[in-house]
């Protein structure tokens, strides 16, 4: 199992473009989030979801959309980047019953 | 609210030395709670939580809910042991996908 997979590993914006962060799993997990790292702020939860097709926000939801047509991926969408979004970016994902997370690689993203 | 503090954003000691990595909790519930470990260039992995009561790779946490507190122990730290360090939290009746995490502790273990 490759476990839980990021693309792209690094990423540089200028303001105001969009992109799409992806993040997929192979370990059929019902759970997946998006966290966001910045220092001396730890990690804080972006959006989630329970399942495919069921979205819901987290702590920081501004400025990211998610959906989750499948199972095995949750893209993170930035619409519009701000300097602001500047973070390493962490998808997890974690089966229904169970409390661990597993955590992809990161994403370190900086808009300029 | 939940809430986790991680009172020191870094901790540096001597190899062999008595490591404490601290983490208080603010929850009116029953919480469950998690430490997980980024080592360098590596992703962010389950430690341990206080459910299993378990001791990984030496490391030990009890939860004291009169203290509200989960702190990490460890009583011989090993150069390898020097990594980011996050205590988490997930409220009673919460999924496992709400954790709420401390701002980490950055531990480094000298030769």
């Known amino acids: 199992n490759a476990g839980v997979t990021q693309t792209p590993k690094f990423q540089v914006l200028k303001t105001g473009q969009s992109m799409t962060l992806q993040c997929a799993q192979d370990m059929n997990h019902e759970y997946m989030s998006w966290y966001r790292q910045d220092p001396g702020m730890g990690l804080r939860l972006i959006h989630y979801s329970v399942g495919a097709g069921i979205t819901d926000q987290g702590e920081v939801p501004n400025g990211y959309n998610v959906s989750r047509s499948t199972t095995e991926d949750f893209p993170l969408r930035l619409l519009s980047a701000a300097p602001s979004q500047t973070s390493v970016y962490f998808c997890?994902?974690?089966?229904?019953?169970?409390?661990?997370?597993?955590f992809g690689p990161g994403t370190r993203l900086t808009v300029l | 609210a939940q809430r986790v503090t991680q009172p020191e954003k870094l901790l540096s000691v001597f190899k062999g030395a008595p490591v404490e990595l601290k983490c208080n909790y603010s929850y009116s519930g029953s919480p469950e709670l998690f430490w997980y470990v980024q080592y360098s260039r590596q992703r962010l992995q389950l430690l341990l939580r206080h459910i299993s009561r378990e001791s990984i790779k030496g490391f030990t946490a009890d939860l004291n809910k009169g203290e509200t507190s989960f702190h990490l122990k460890k009583p011989f730290a090993q150069e390898e042991d020097s990594a980011m360090y996050y205590c988490?939290?997930?409220?009673?009746?919460?999924?496992?996908?709400?954790?709420?995490f401390g701002k980490g502790t950055l531990l480094t273990v000298n030769p």
């Open positions: 997890a994902s974690s089966r229904s019953g169970t409390n661990e997370q597993f």
């Open positions: 988490a939290l997930k409220g009673s009746g919460g999924s496992n996908y709400k954790l709420t």
